[in-house]
């Protein structure tokens, strides 16, 4: 039996889940709504402040679909109560990010500036020009949101110059000096 299938989600005061006919469930909370329609094999309970998954049987479709689906109802509920984020530091002369109004502008090295929307429940943040948050309620449109904003200027091994992930470390290379 999965492990993490067999685990039970707790709601929080203030999160309301709805169990819909062919494993539609919707989950608001004060972040905002998260839905998602999950594999019909898959028993989803809302029982209280209680979220349970099991599973019908014990085919190995289902044995891995069974702790997926938790972990995924896990991510809604937590989504919608604290929100996900990434951040991303810009490095290099020059390189920087500004916000205004909904807009989040990219200066970084190319003849034309990047530009962002917020939007489709995903909101930037720029605290210093150097640093970008992402955050939005979705883990997985936070992830590729953030991804696609990396993908802009990804870090070269040389210099260190790019966007990359606040807790990633870029591998360095010599150059013509290393030899």
């Known amino acids: 039996m999965s492990r993490i299938g067999k685990q039970p989600i707790a709601i ?71 929100g996900f984020s990434k ?3 810009i490095v290099g002369v020059g390189y920087r990010a500004a916000k205004s109004g909904k807009t989040l502008t990219l200066t970084l090295g190319h003849s034309h500036p990047v530009i962002f929307e917020d939007g489709n429940g995903i909101t930037f943040e720029s605290p210093q020009p150097n640093i970008v948050i992402v955050k939005g309620v979705d883990k997985q449109t936070v992830g590729e949101v953030a991804a696609q904003v990396r993908g802009m200027r990804p870090p070269e091994p040389y210099l260190g110059k790019g966007v990359k992930y606040a807790d990633e470390r870029i591998r360095r290379k010599s150059g013509k000096a290393g030899k």
Do not use: C
């Open 87 to 89: 951040q991303l530091e």
């Open 12 to 82: 929080p005061a203030g999160v309301d889940v709805k169990v819909e006919a062919e494993n539609l469930v919707t989950v608001k909370g004060p972040k905002g709504t998260a839905t998602h329609k999950f594999h019909k094999n898959m028993i989803i309970k809302a029982e209280g402040a209680v979220l349970t998954v099991e599973r019908p049987d014990d085919e190995a479709e289902n044995k891995s679909l069974h702790g997926l689906t938790r972990t995924l109802l896990a991510n809604m509920v937590k989504g919608v109560t604290e």
